[in-house]
Nanobody, 124 residues
Framework: QVQLIESGGGLVQAGGSLRLSCAAS????????MGWFRQAPGREREFVAA????????YYTDSVEGRFTISREYAKNTVYLQMNSLKPEDTADYYC?????????????????WGQGTQVTVSS
């Protein structure tokens, strides 16, 4: 079981930046893929980005490609989501997720550990 704690959400103006952090503890095997998902009010949870824990391979949903960057810091067991050029449509609750052998899935069902979420609001 992997425990995940997100931080870094907040209110930002359109065009601004935020960096989300996800601290992982517990069983973090090299095979775990770490991902970020988001859920806006009234909408389903959707994939944003993911990174293979050992290989550093990354993949993104089209709408954030070139604006968001996912990275990981082994020493701190932490995954980051750097979000630049934010748009009002990026407003959502953002969730960190971990999945053993999840790479390269974009499905919520491939990830079996979830954080509590952090809210991101982008004003126009």
């Amino acid at each position: 079981q992997v425990q995940l704690i997100e931080s870094g959400g907040g209110l930002v103006q359109a065009g601004g930046s935020l960096r989300l952090s996800c601290a992982a503890s517990g069983r973090t095997l090299p095979s775990y893929t770490m991902g970020w998902f988001r859920q806006a009010p009234g909408r389903e949870r959707e994939f944003v980005a993911a990174i293979s824990w050992s290989g550093g391979n990354t993949y993104y949903t089209d709408s954030v490609e070139g604006r968001f960057t996912i990275s990981r810091e082994y020493a701190k067991n932490t995954v980051y989501l750097q979000m630049n050029s934010l748009k009002p449509e990026d407003t959502a609750d953002y969730y960190c997720a971990a999945g053993a052998y999840a790479y390269p899935s974009r499905s919520t069902t491939a990830f079996d550990s979830w954080g509590q979420g952090t809210q991101v609001t982008v004003s126009s």
